[in-house]
């Protein structure tokens, strides 16, 4: 008897192309080294959920603000100095187990995929690009479509979205995963459509930066004849 073979469906066929390099590179990591794989990412969740518990902490709250909350209103040197430790403080009234599952998966594959040095040049990257917009859209006004009105300079800065929502832009684009990447920048801009407040607006600005990023390094690899993008092995 003739074995009857089942073509793969089309929706097999697309996550192959979108994820199949993604998922290979990740799996391979993961497998062969396991949770030593994303030291820099387990590092991160740990931090974030270090200030997490104490800014909730009367003694606390005022020290985290001090070292890792950014506003539009503080000094541009303040804010370029707790940029980074920004990256870690999550939202007051945000649940943390959200920060903490985004940080995880989207670091993660970040680290693996591009290493834990450019990850965090890119999540800083990120970050520093809605912290400046934050101050650009103030002295804009609420008028302008790209502006915020004059209380958002008051209100602390995303915290580690900014740096995921770029990170997985970035790592879609290197990796082919384009529907990915478009579903990310497509839910952001609703995002911003649905509730135009300052964290959607810096979420987009994350992404144009990480965007500017992008087009220096594909305009610098056509120089060199490198390939866009890596092969299914990273």
């Not at 384009?178 to 952001?188: E, Q």
């Amino acid at each position: 008897m003739t074995a009857t073979v089942v073509p793969d469906s089309s929706l097999r066929r697309f996550a192959r192309r979108e994820w199949g390099p993604l998922y290979a590179r990740v799996r391979a990591a993961l497998v062969t080294r396991t949770w030593r794989a994303i030291p820099m990412t387990l590092a991160a969740v740990c931090l974030t959920s270090l200030f997490q518990v104490v800014q909730n902490q009367d003694w606390g709250y005022q020290a985290v603000q001090n070292i890792g909350a950014v506003r539009a209103e503080d000094p541009l040197l303040v804010s370029l100095l707790r940029t980074p430790l920004s990256l870690f403080v999550p939202a007051l009234d945000l649940p943390v187990w959200g920060a903490l599952a985004q940080v995880l998966l989207v670091f993660g594959i970040a680290e693996i995929c591009l290493g834990r040095w450019k990850t965090l040049f890119l999540a800083y990257v990120a970050t520093l690009s809605g912290t400046l917009y934050a101050r650009v859209g103030v002295a804009l006004g609420p008028d302008n479509p790209a502006g915020l009105p004059e209380v958002d300079k008051a209100v602390v800065d995303t915290g580690p979205s900014a740096a995921v929502v770029g990170l997985a832009l970035y790592v879609c684009w290197r990796y082919g995963a384009r529907w990915t990447a478009g579903a990310v920048v497509l839910a952001m801009v609703v995002e911003v459509i649905v509730k135009s407040n300052l964290a959607g607006k810096e979420h987009i600005a994350a992404l144009l930066g990480i965007f500017v990023l992008m087009l220096v390094e594909a305009a610098l690899r056509r120089r060199r004849g490198a390939p866009e993008r890596p092969a299914a092995g990273g």
